[in-house]
């Protein structure tokens, strides 16, 4: 009975472990928005799914580097990752200093971050289902119109830093989502899919000159300039780049027998 009861102790504890590292999901209810972005005004229908409460972190990147080793920083092609894939850390399976196991990861290319999630039977959210999510604050499922909160998104776009800051640390929107804003900037499914202007994609510094003026022409929207920023960083990045403010969450899509 005592070997019986260990060996399930055991199994629990495995379990348990395993939870663990699932990142919690909350689900983000469907409806319509105009994006800033298009040929007219007509609102884009996005469907109820369920989205990562919190971006990835390090340390379940780095599980999921181990488990799949292809996606080591020795191992990885150039042609799915730039040179600064994982630069930070101290090697295949070792963080650099500083680094807190609890904060988003960064450094891995848009590649990396859709295996990632394929690998939780999740996929990279969409451009629209992004923004959709991001429009709440804490209050309201759409808090574009508020000067506050558009004010509180540019100041942290008009100062990147290297983020060191762990997953949670900013607000809790109205779905339950932390960290769409004031963390890191996040990979999207179709990130490319928007391209402002031929001239934002000179690779000269990737981290700085993410932002051209005339791409503002076409907005639906002048006066959302966090809006146009996001939409201008996306049209300046390619899918190998790596960079240290870049990380990313996971969606997943909610069955019709579940809705």
Known sequence: ???????????????????????????????????????DSSQVKVSTLKMDVYPVTNQQFLDFVKEYPRWKRSNVKGLFADKNYLSTWKNDTIFGQN???????????WFAAKNYCECQNKRLPTIDEWEYAAMADEQLADARQKETYNQYILSWYETPKTNTNKIGSTFKNYWGVYDLHG?????????????ISGESRKDVDKDSNLFCGTAAIGATDLMNYA?????????SIKANYAMRNLGFRCVKEIPNEEL
């Open 183 to 195: 963390l890191v900037w996040e990979w999207t499914g179709d990130f490319n899919s928007v391209l």
């Open 1 to 39: 009975m005592k070997t019986i009861g260990l060996t399930l102790a055991i199994l629990f504890l495995s379990f348990s472990m395993a939870e663990a590292q699932v990142s919690p999901m909350v689900t983000i209810k469907g409806g319509s928005y105009i994006p800033l972005y298009g040929s």
């Open 227 to 235: 809006a146009f920023m996001r939409y201008a960083f996306r049209g």
């Open 99 to 109: 680094f807190d196991k609890d904060a988003p990861i960064t450094n891995v290319s």
